[in-house]
């Protein structure tokens, strides 16, 4: 009889096999055959560490939302929730909920196949879809309308969510299409530059989308010369 390791390295090695994979052709197309050839693994070591590919498919998914959640919008915009009503609190708490995307998505300690899976996730209807929506992706899209709202209380609900919508999507597109990207770019990888620009010219378009006026600087009034 067949053993198998019951070690953290097989269960993560079947993970990233997984989630490649799936980034790659999506999840109906993936066989358990195909993410253990990927891993250098026995096929049955899917089944002893997992219980079959639906669960495989589940861990993958889990781990994916566990990133997303380990710095929460609320958590990097706490330093200026007492400032909402005033343009720079609210230009700084946009910047901290774009920086916090970028941070999450560009990461390079993390797998590339991680922002693919969410994108492969959202193209059909399924069990791990409506698990990804509940734990991450509603939260996240709730927790946005709620600071547009209290910069904007006037604004309608679909406005708010249109102004999300503008504010992420240059940066899942950057996460989407990152091999197409860096190959116009010319680049192994985005540079620091490169998103701190990405990063200035989404707050600025959204400042502009919310009328946030910029803080006028201080004038300092000097004495005419004798």
């Given at each position: 009889?067949?053993?198998?390791?019951?070690?953290?390295?097989?269960?993560?090695?079947?993970?990233?096999?997984?989630?490649?994979?799936?980034?790659?052709?999506?999840?109906?197309?993936?066989?358990?055959?195909?993410?253990?050839?990927?891993?250098?693994?026995?096929?049955?070591?899917?089944?002893?560490?997992?219980?079959?590919?639906?669960?495989?498919?589940?861990?993958?998914?889990?781990?994916?939302?566990?990133?997303?959640?380990?710095?929460?919008?609320?958590?990097?915009?706490?330093?200026?929730?007492?400032?909402?009503t005033e343009p720079e609190g609210q230009t700084e708490a946009i910047r901290a909920m774009v920086r916090r995307e970028i941070s999450i998505l560009f990461d390079p300690k993390f797998p590339h196949w991680h922002t693919r899976?969410?994108?492969?996730?959202?193209?059909?209807?399924?069990?791990?879809?409506?698990?990804?929506?509940?734990?991450?992706?509603?939260?996240?899209?709730?927790?946005?309308?709620?600071?547009?709202?209290?910069?904007?209380?006037?604004?309608?609900?679909?406005?708010?969510?249109?102004?999300?919508?503008?504010?992420?999507?240059?940066?899942?597109?950057?996460?989407?299409?990152?091999?197409?990207?860096?190959?116009?770019?010319?680049?192994?990888?985005?540079?620091?530059?490169?998103?701190?620009?990405?990063?200035?010219?989404?707050?600025?378009?959204?400042?502009?989308?919310?009328?946030?006026?910029?803080?006028?600087?201080?004038?300092?009034?000097?004495?005419?010369?004798?």
């Amino acid at each position: 009889m067949k053993k198998y390791a019951n070690s953290e390295h097989t269960r993560e090695a079947l993970i990233n096999a997984a989630g490649e994979l799936a980034a790659e052709m999506g999840f109906p197309n993936v066989s358990t055959r195909a993410v253990a050839e990927r891993a250098g693994e026995n096929i049955g070591s899917i089944h002893y560490h997992f219980g079959g590919k639906d669960q495989l498919f589940e861990a993958v998914v889990r781990q994916v939302i566990t990133r997303g959640r380990s710095l929460t919008i609320e958590q990097v915009i706490e330093p200026f929730s007492d400032t909402l009503t005033e343009p720079e609190g609210q230009t700084e708490a946009i910047r901290a909920m774009v920086r916090r995307e970028i941070s999450i998505l560009f990461d390079p300690k993390f797998p590339h196949w991680h922002t693919r899976v969410i994108y492969q996730l959202m193209q059909y209807r399924n069990p791990m879809q409506e698990l990804l929506k509940t734990e991450l992706i509603n939260p996240f899209i709730d927790a946005i309308d709620r600071i547009v709202a209290a910069i904007r209380p006037d604004m309608p609900p679909r406005e708010r969510f249109i102004v999300a919508s503008l504010l992420y999507s240059p940066i899942i597109s950057h996460a989407d299409y990152i091999s197409i990207y860096l190959e116009r770019l010319d680049d192994e990888y985005y540079t620091p530059d490169y998103l701190q620009k990405l990063e200035d010219m989404i707050v600025r378009q959204t400042t502009l989308l919310l009328d946030i006026q910029a803080p006028q600087p201080q004038k300092h009034h000097t004495k005419p010369a004798p």
